[in-house]
């Protein structure tokens, strides 16, 4: 105004102010678009389809929790440490999963160690439900419908599972743990960890424990520790079809390195997966059967390491008690 204004010179005004005053005429022109626009901008946020916003939200929240456990920002390389925490399909076990991922925060402290980690579940078998059938069309229950549903919705939703083929059974257990331990070897993890749902790996103990392996290993050795050690003989019931005693870790948790690894889920796979004349139902016992098959037909040094500290606390909040396993 004053710079076109006739009555006053415009030489009364240095050339700086005059640039203030346009600038500001150009905020508030700005300021006065916007609020004459609002109105109708939110009107329209509010005519939003809901589900298309719930989905956008719920697809948030999946690239979010997916991120505890592949481990954003490590742009390449396998991981040192893969942790499989087997759990199963029933109500309690989701009580365990939930109790771990929020209450007890477990995943956290892996994520900060750099631990990437899955619980390891089968298919949904319903009670009842004869496994030799053969009759053909016959579809799942209501209740193994269901808990199909709800699984993959806490697939989706947290990012944190990995999904077997096989009948979430107690017959099943060695099946589920060799798929853990040849998923962790896939992934191109140095060492596969196993854990249970009731319990919450302790990363700094365990990585200790690792570096200490590490620095007195020899060329060839081969990694196999645990929270519990037992020679095999402590309980007739686990000891395997021929009555033998064989050591092994107690299956709250255990960690063997990549060779013997391979040897369980590639070198012997066959002897492995065909338990039947050697051992038994117990998949800890199992895993120790399968360590020392590896060990005297490969020639493999095998350093058995106990990790007492490599469990923090179970799900439900009480010390670790031995006497629940294997007693």
């Not at 021929?242 to 709250?252: K, L």
């Not at 050697?278 to 058995?304: L, M, N, P, Q």
Request: hydrophobic fraction near 35%.
């Amino acid at each position: 105004y004053f710079a076109s204004n006739p009555v006053i010179p415009v030489t009364v005004f240095n050339e700086p102010f005059v640039y203030v005053i346009q600038q500001f005429g150009t905020m508030f022109g700005c300021l006065w678009i916007v609020l004459q626009l609002f109105p109708v901008w939110a009107t329209d946020q509010e005519t939003m389809d809901v589900s298309m916003l719930q989905k956008h939200v719920h697809e948030k929240k999946i690239r979010k929790k997916r991120m505890i456990w592949r481990l954003p920002g490590k742009k390449s390389g396998p991981p040192k440490v893969w942790l499989g925490i087997e759990s199963g399909t029933g109500s309690q076990q989701k009580t365990r999963r939930m109790e771990w991922r929020h209450q007890l925060r477990c995943g956290e402290k892996l994520h900060e160690a750099g631990i990437p980690y899955a619980f390891v579940v089968g298919m949904p078998i319903g009670e009842g439900r004869d496994l030799w059938s053969t009759d053909q069309g016959e579809k799942a229950t209501p209740d193994e419908v269901e808990a199909a549903n709800e699984l993959r919705l806490e697939s989706e939703t947290y990012g944190d599972m990995h999904l077997v083929p096989i009948p979430d059974t107690y017959m099943e257990l060695q099946g589920k743990t060799f798929a853990l331990l040849e998923y962790g070897y896939n992934l191109g993890a140095l060492y596969v960890a196993k854990t249970d749902d009731d319990v919450c790996l302790e990363p700094d103990a365990l990585l200790q424990g690792l570096e200490n392996y590490e620095t007195n290993r020899s060329d060839g050795d081969a990694l196999y520790g645990g929270y519990a050690y037992f020679k095999g003989s402590e309980n007739i019931q686990m000891r395997g079809r021929n009555s033998e005693a064989t050591p092994y870790f107690s299956g709250p948790g255990y960690i063997l390195s990549r060779n013997l690894v391979q040897a369980i889920v590639k070198d012997d796979e066959s002897n492995s997966i065909l338990w039947a004349p050697y051992g038994s139902f117990d998949e800890d016992a199992d895993t120790g059967r399968w360590v020392d098959y590896a060990r005297t037909h490969h020639g493999i040094s095998v350093i058995f390491l106990k990790m007492p500290r490599m469990l923090r606390i179970s799900a439900h909040n009480q010390p670790l008690n031995l006497s629940l396993w294997d007693s």
